[in-house]
């Protein structure tokens, strides 16, 4: 018996199989879920060509969180096929080049609005998109980075996961009368596509194994992905609200 039988998954965020929401994915098929993906814009067809890594007969629906229509569309879909949704992963986050690297100020106002509107408040687009079919011990999982300290490069992306973290707390405020959580994952460094589009990255991968206590591997996101699993099981049913850090332990450690 699967620690997710019987249960029904939006997965966002696939890209490719080094994707940390691939490794999710994965992992819940093959805990018992059933599983479909959302991709958007040029991305969509890499999504549906590594779709076929999870196998044969998983769908995958167009959504992308700047387009209001997509919210009706997909969750229409995505009840046609699946008829109920048990758990969402947010695995959305993108921000313009000017808001990573080493200028924190030259950012302008509609390059800071794009990162915040696609790393953050589509934690709360999809919630418009897939609440009407979630019921009762239905959970969303978001992946994090923790930014309780400002990063090197990292800068404006930084303050949208500060600003996603909030809102999640927020979310599980609203969500928690329904009996629906909303947890995040806080992630250490994985080597991904998104983690590419980060300059000065090398800089968390030289420090964050000998850092933290239990070690850490920038090439294996197994260790997140099986966090992400655990939170959309039926084990943590009272947990909401919650930042859950798997990153070794680093975020524990002083300099």
Same mark, same amino acid.
């Given at each position: 018996m699967g620690l997710l039988d019987g249960k029904k998954l939006v997965i966002t965020g696939v890209l490719t199989d080094a994707s940390l929401a691939f490794g999710v994915a994965q992992i819940a098929i093959a805990e018992g879920a059933e599983v479909v993906l959302t991709?958007?814009?040029?991305?969509?067809?890499? +999504?549906?060509?590594?779709?076929?890594?999870?196998?044969?007969?998983?769908?995958?629906?167009?959504?992308?969180? +700047?387009?209001?229509?997509?919210?009706?569309?997909?969750?229409?879909?995505?009840?046609d096929t699946l008829g109920r949704v048990d758990g969402v992963l947010h695995a959305i986050g993108f921000a313009p080049p000017s808001c990573l690297g080493d200028d924190f100020l030259g950012a302008p106002w509609d390059d800071v609005a794009v990162a915040m509107q696609v790393s953050t408040y589509s934690l709360k687009t999809l919630v418009d998109a897939f609440l009407p079919l979630m019921g009762p011990?239905?959970?969303?999982?978001?992946?994090?980075?923790d930014n309780t300290v400002a990063w090197p490069a990292y800068n404006w992306m930084g303050v949208a996961k500060s600003?996603?973290?909030?809102?999640?707390?927020?979310?599980?405020?609203e969500l928690g009368p329904r009996g629906i959580r909303c947890n995040l994952v806080a992630a250490g460094p994985v080597?991904?596509?998104?983690?590419k589009s980060i300059p000065g990255f090398a800089l968390f991968e030289d420090v964050w194994d000998g850092r933290a206590p239990l070690g850490w591997n920038v090439n294996d996101p197994e260790p997140v992905a099986r966090a992400c699993v655990a939170l959309f099981s039926d084990w943590f049913p009272k947990t909401t609200g919650e930042i859950v850090h798997v990153d070794g332990g680093f975020h524990a450690t002083g300099v």
């Open positions: 991709g958007a814009g040029r991305a969509l067809s890499l +999504t549906r060509r590594t779709a076929r890594k999870l196998g044969e007969n998983v769908p995958v629906f167009e959504f992308d969180v +700047t387009v209001p229509e997509h919210v009706e569309s997909v969750r229409t879909e995505v009840a011990g239905a959970s969303i999982v978001g992946l994090d980075f600003a996603l973290q909030s809102l999640s707390r927020y979310l599980a405020k080597r991904t596509m998104a983690a």
